[in-house]
């Protein structure tokens, strides 16, 4: 078997994990919850993360069962790859204490650890064979700004937020900005980084 088709594997097995942890999240809060919101659920950040993530390792994991790499794939990896990054770290610098929808102990492994590792690993044993530039990594970054505001937007509608540091309703909206700040930061960092990561490749194969 080529290596191309034991990298799809490896996508396809996590994406079923992924998607299985997802799916059993969602059935354990509607079926313990009253009245449960399955809006909320999706407001998530990690929820939608993770949904970006099994689509993309599922789609590149079919291409790479192919023998192809569209350029648009490599772009969606690493989207994929920055949003997971964020959300393991985010959970495990300021949410590994609170409750933030994952009540399954297995679930809150695959979501929080597993796949945001997973994707990075991915990343790097097949990175993009072309130089992703600075100026275009940036467009990696539009849709954490997009949640943001829609977060901020949906919270005083729907009185309800999806973490603790987006609630401006404690302490008002100056620790809100000063946590997003610097998420933004890391984002930016993160996204730097992999553009960088993608010289490896193409000078290592002009060598």
């Keep these: 078997m080529t290596r191309e ?3 799809a594997l490896f996508r396809f097995g996590f994406a079923i994990l992924g998607a299985v942890g997802l799916t059993a999240q969602y059935l354990y809060n509607v079926a313990t919850i009253p009245d449960y919101k ?6 998530f950040f ?6 970006i993530a099994v689509v993309a390792l ?6 790479a069962w192919r023998g192809e790499q569209p350029r648009w794939v490599h772009y969606l990896r690493g989207a994929a790859t920055i949003y997971m990054t964020v959300t393991g770290v985010t959970y495990s610098l300021l949410l590994r204490n609170v409750q ?9 492994l695959v979501l929080h650890y597993i796949i945001p590792i997973v994707m990075i690993v991915d990343w790097l044993i097949d990175l993009p064979p072309f130089r992703i530039r600075v100026g275009s990594a940036m467009v990696w970054l539009i849709y954490p700004i997009a949640y943001l505001a829609y977060s901020l937007i949906r919270g ?7 973490y603790p540091f987006l609630d401006p309703r404690p302490e008002g909206y100056v620790p809100v900005i000063v946590t997003s700040v610097g998420i ?10 992999m553009s960088w990561t993608t010289r490896l490749r193409v000078r290592f194969e002009k060598q």
Excluded: C, H, K, Q
């Design 5 to 7: 088709r034991w990298i």
């Design 38 to 43: 399955p809006a909320n659920f999706f407001s």
């Design 46 to 51: 990690t929820v939608e993360s993770n949904i």
């Design 58 to 63: 599922l789609i590149s994991g079919v291409y």
């Design 100 to 108: 933030v929808d994952t009540a399954v102990p297995w679930v809150n």
């Design 156 to 162: 005083p509608i729907v009185d309800w937020y999806p």
């Design 184 to 193: 933004a930061i890391g984002g930016l960092l993160l996204a730097l980084l």
